[in-house]
């Protein structure tokens, strides 16, 4: 596989192993293009993020690894930025990075793909909370302030399932996407989750494709081992979909590399 945009470090709090670790496991891996994109600081829910001082740590960390491994892989600097409006943080949307994936992980402050909250999917309807997921991506699209969609449909975590036909949603969250100018990922981390699927699905993937629609593609690796997982499996996903190019950032700057 030779791209890996989404990848953590330890600074956010759920995820192990020193960064050198990554960028290793990435290299024994052939990786070309490997990117560091590590949950943003925000004056919400800060268990599980980095704090703003650690910013710091994080990128000098980059730089020292980009210089270290240059002649054996580019690594690239990007940031997991969660959409929440009125707490997102100014300076992480404007900072000098490769990419930016914006994520959305929070309905109504509710960190509905938290094993911690999961309780309240008791209390929800179920087909109301996939159709405000999916809007709250079509706003964090309108917003325009990021480069990837992580995850596209992160809401099937727990399989809590709709019973109606959401296509008119997925294409009317695809549309926003397309006219916002954003790459969608391809993302393997449901496979280790209860739905057991890679995000996203197979029905949006073919969607994003007959509109056009970029793709790239990232482990979500939250320990050095789970650099790389299922990647290979992902990237003949996108070619049975029709893709033959994935995305790669430089300084917000999108090229497509040929699978």
């Known amino acids: 596989m030779q791209i890996d945009l989404h990848n953590h470090t330890y600074l956010c709090n ?18 070309k293009f490997f990117g560091f994109s590590d949950h943003a600081p925000m004056n919400f829910d800060p268990r599980y993020r980095m704090t703003k001082e650690q910013t710091k740590i ?7 690894l980009k210089e270290l491994y240059k002649s054996q892989i580019t690594i690239l600097k990007g940031y997991e930025v969660d959409f929440l409006p009125n707490f997102m943080d100014e300076d992480i949307l404007k900072k000098d990075v490769d990419y930016l994936i914006g994520s959305v992980h929070f ?7 938290n094993p911690e909250f999961i309780s309240k999917y008791a209390e929800v309807d179920i087909n109301e909370i996939w159709i405000a997921y999916f809007e709250t991506i079509q706003e964090m699209a309108n917003s325009k302030l990021f480069d ?18 959401m296509k008119k949603h997925y294409k009317k969250t ?11 990922e391809l993302n393997p981390a449901g496979l280790r989750k209860k739905i ?8 949006i993937l073919e969607m994003a494709f ?13 320990k050095p081992e789970d650099v790389g997982f299922k990647l290979d499996f992902l990237q003949k996903l996108a070619y049975q979909a029709g893709y033959r190019e994935i ?8 090229m497509l590399i040929k699978i």
């Open 196 to 203: 057991e699927e890679q995000y996203p699905s197979k029905e």
């Open 210 to 222: 007959s509109m056009s629609i970029p793709i790239t593609i990232g482990s979500d690796a939250h």
């Open 58 to 64: 994080y990128e000098d960390e980059i730089e020292r």
């Open 148 to 165: 990837i969609v992580g995850h596209i449909d992160l809401i099937k975590v727990f399989k809590f399932l709709p019973t109606i036909n």
């Open 174 to 184: 695809l549309e926003a996407i397309k006219e916002a100018d954003m790459t969608i």
């Open 107 to 113: 309905l109504n402050g509710w960190g509905f793909d």
């Open 247 to 254: 995305a790669i950032f430089k300084e917000r700057e999108r």
């Open 14 to 31: 759920h995820a192990t192993g020193k960064m050198e670790e990554y960028v290793k496991q990435a290299i024994a891996n052939k990786t």
